[in-house]
């Protein structure tokens, strides 16, 4: 790397690292390694270091401990819960919507393949959020059935209301999966008082390390594992624990769960600043969602065409990290699977971004931002 400043607003993607988070891991690295399934005292400890962020992820989750599984992401936890609820408790019939991520989509598409359970798509609304106006419909069929929406959309920051969603699941018996990856970290959230029997998220979308994150699996359901071996995690999850990639989530969480008041603010206004800023130097712009999450800001410019398939590339160079809003961006000839649902077909060609933010983030980086863009 060159010595440019650079700016990373990419924070959907994945977030930096926070100090203490890194200086928690090094010092387990250092310290901790014995396997933690080992009788000896170097085992021992190592287990306990990992009972420890149970225990903590779980208080901060409103949750139990025993209702947490740690894998290596959130794409395995959701492939564990969606697989196993088929294969294992008899689901026929999973409801989802096509705004959802990849690590979603294509599982619930590999189950339909594999096991020949139906699947229904929820249409998008105008404002990018999922339409729930047939799901009690949907749902008042007898058929074994799963829902799976995701809380915080990782692309325009669109929010389900996870308690509507729940209390319906639950009115007809059907299971409910959310993709909590956006908003782990970001806001309160309860699990023992949402209408949830499954949630996922990913320690590297909360300033923690890459290659960890967990399942929530409500007591009250009993899954299989997708992983065979040891007993590690109540053997639904075999492999050797990473002992300094769990305490450096549950560090994380911690951190971020302390700083949540301030940096909500914080970021909301800089969300705020940057729309403000965008309007002014791009008159005619539009945000792709209404009412969105508060560290995710997607927009079309009002740039020609043309200007779409390098837009990244030319933000790039001048050292502004990003990410595609829709059109055939960055190398990719189709728009946004999630944009494609809601967003008019002129508008999709249009050069668009998705700008997310973090606690790292400053006024600065966004001036840097609308002059970059101002000259491309
Ligand atoms: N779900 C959402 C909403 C995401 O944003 C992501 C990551 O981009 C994932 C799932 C998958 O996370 P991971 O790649 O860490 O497994």
Redesign the pocket.
Do not use: L, P
């Given at each position: 790397m060159n010595n440019m400043k650079r700016v990373y607003l990419d924070n959907?993607?994945?977030t930096p690292l926070r100090p203490e988070v890194i200086d928690c891991m090094v010092d387990v690295m250092q310290t901790e390694y014995g396997n933690a399934s080992s009788t000896h005292s170097y085992g021992r400890s190592a287990k306990s270091i990992i009972e420890s962020a149970r225990k903590s992820i779980a208080q901060w989750m409103g949750c139990e401990a025993r209702e947490l599984i740690f894998t290596?992401?959130?794409?395995?936890?959701?492939n564990m819960i969606l697989t196993s609820a088929v294969r294992d408790l008899g689901i026929q019939r999973l409801i989802t919507s096509r705004m959802?991520?990849?690590?979603?989509l294509y599982t619930v598409e590999k189950l339909a393949q594999d096991f020949g359970v139906t699947v229904a798509y929820l249409p998008a609304k105008p404002d990018g959020t999922v339409a729930l106006e047939g799901l009690a419909e949907l749902l008042q069929q007898e058929i074994p059935t799963l829902v799976t929406l995701?809380?915080?959309?990782?692309?325009t920051g669109a929010v389900l209301n996870i308690d509507e969603v729940g209390q319906l699941c639950h009115a007809h018996n059907a299971l409910f999966h959310c993709?909590?990856?956006?908003s782990v970290g970001k806001v309160r959230l309860h699990f023992h008082d949402l209408p949830l029997d499954f949630a996922?998220a990913?320690?590297?979308?909360f300033h923690g390390p890459?290659g960890v994150?967990f399942a929530y699996i409500s007591k009250n359901v009993v899954l299989k594992p997708m992983i065979v071996g040891g007993e590690q995690e109540k053997g639904l999850r075999a492999g050797t624990e990473a002992v300094h990639q769990i305490a450096g989530m549950a560090k994380a969480l911690e951190l971020d769960m302390t700083d949540l008041a301030h940096d909500q603010g914080y970021i909301e206004a800089l969300k705020f600043y940057c729309w403000e800023q965008l309007q002014i130097a791009f008159p005619g712009i539009k945000t792709n969602g209404e009412h969105t999450f508060y560290n995710i800001l997607n927009v079309t410019l009002p740039m020609p065409e043309e200007k779409a398939a390098m837009l990244l590339f030319n933000l790039d160079i001048k050292g502004i990290a990003v990410s595609r809003g829709s059109a055939c961006q960055s190398g990719s000839s189709k728009p946004s699977h999630v944009l494609a649902q809601f967003v008019a077909e002129d508008d999709l060609k249009r050069p668009a971004l998705r700008i997310s933010f973090s606690r790292f983030n400053t006024k600065e980086d966004i001036d840097a931002l609308c002059d970059a863009l101002k000259g491309v």
């Open positions: 959907a993607a994945t290596a992401n959130a794409t395995e936890a959701t959802e991520h990849h690590a979603t995701m809380h915080v959309n990782n692309e993709d909590t990856v956006q996922v990913s320690a590297h979308k890459k994150g």
